[in-house]
């Protein structure tokens, strides 16, 4: 079993930062990949940053240049602590943030932080 469980989020004004964290711990020892997703009010969810377990980064249009994801993995491959650098918030940036693990037998999905960017 894997559990994620993301934190960081919260209101932050337009041109702010933030910095979400998603531990992630169980049975992760093959995962191959992990993405930050998010979904704001009345819109599907999707992918804003994603990044293998070989340190392949890819970032949504949207993000590019603002946000950064990185990954901590302890040395014991017992836990992995997923970051998403949030620079230059914008208003449509709010949404609820979430992170996610895949390994060759499933995708994993946490609850969600949510960010909301307001003045």
């Known amino acids: 079993q894997v559990q994620l469980v993301e934190s960081g989020g919260g209101l932050v004004q337009p041109g702010g930062s933030l910095r979400l964290s998603c531990a992630a711990t169980?049975?992760?020892?093959?995962?191959?990949?992990m993405d930050w997703y998010r979904q704001a009010p009345g819109k599907l969810r999707v992918l804003v940053a994603t990044i293998t377990r070989d340190g392949s980064i890819a970032y949504a249009d949207s993000v590019k240049g603002r946000f950064t994801i990185s990954i901590t993995i302890s040395r014991d491959n017992t836990m992995n602590t997923l970051y998403l650098q949030m620079n230059s918030l914008k208003p449509e940036d709010t949404a609820v943030y979430y992170c996610t693990l895949r390994d060759p037998g499933a995708d994993y999905w946490g609850r969600g932080t949510q960010v909301t960017v307001s003045s």
């Open positions: 169980g049975s992760i020892n093959n995962f191959y990949r």
